[in-house]
C-alpha cells in the first residue's frame, strides 16, 4: 500500500502493523524522519520517502492499495492529485481517503485562516475534498465504484485559549497565517480561533471538547 502525504506515518505505520507491505511519501523532509524514527521504535519495517504527491516517483499501477488520511486535501493542484492517485493503483485495486469537510470544525477554522490571510490566487479550499461530489468530479471515470461516509472524532484540549495557542504553535496553515500577520491583526486571529472553539465546545466544565467532522471516501480503481 501506498500511504500518500503521510506526515508523520499514520496510515503507513497502521498498515505495516497488519503486515501490510507499506510505503508512505510526503514533502516534508522533517516529517519523513518522524515517521522513519517512530518505524524504527516499532521495529516496522517501512518504506519513507520524501516526494510530491502531485508527481508520485512511481510507475502505473503499482500499488493495491492508495491511502492519504487529510494529506492529500491539501495539495495546491487538486486535479493532479487525485490523477496520481489513481495512476499509480492497479486496476481493482482501492483508493481510500479520509478528509476533513467544508462544515464541519477543520472546514470552520479554515475559514478563519481565509479571513484573516487570503489564500493564493486560484487556490481551491482543501475542505472541497470533503465533498462528496467534488471527489467524484475529481476522479470521474478513473474509478468504478463509490462508497462514502461521514464520521466525527472528537478532539479535547484544556481551554478555548489553549487550542488558539496550540495550533497557532504547531499546526501548518494556522501557523503560517499567525506568521504573516502584524500584531494586531495576530491577536484578532487568536481571537477568533478562541471563539470557534468556545462556540463549538460540548464539554460540560472549563475544558474543551469538539467533535470534527470527516468523510471517508472509498473507490474501486477501474
Known sequence: MLDVATGT??????AARRFGDATGIDYVPALVETARERAAAEGLSVEFQEGDAENLSFPDASFDFVLSAIGVMFTADHQRAAEELARVCRPGGVIGMVNWTATGFVGEMLKTVGKHVPPPPGAKPPPLWGTENYVRELLGDRVAEWSFRTDTVTERFPSPEFFADFF????????????????????AFRDDLVALATRSNRAGDDTVATDWEYLVAVATRA
Open 168 to 187: 497557532i504553535a504547531n499546526y501548518g496553515p494556522t501557523l503560517k497565517a499567525s506568521e504573516a500577520l502584524e500584531d494586531e491583526q495576530r491577536a
Open 9 to 14: 506515518g499514520h496510515v503507513a505505520l497502521a
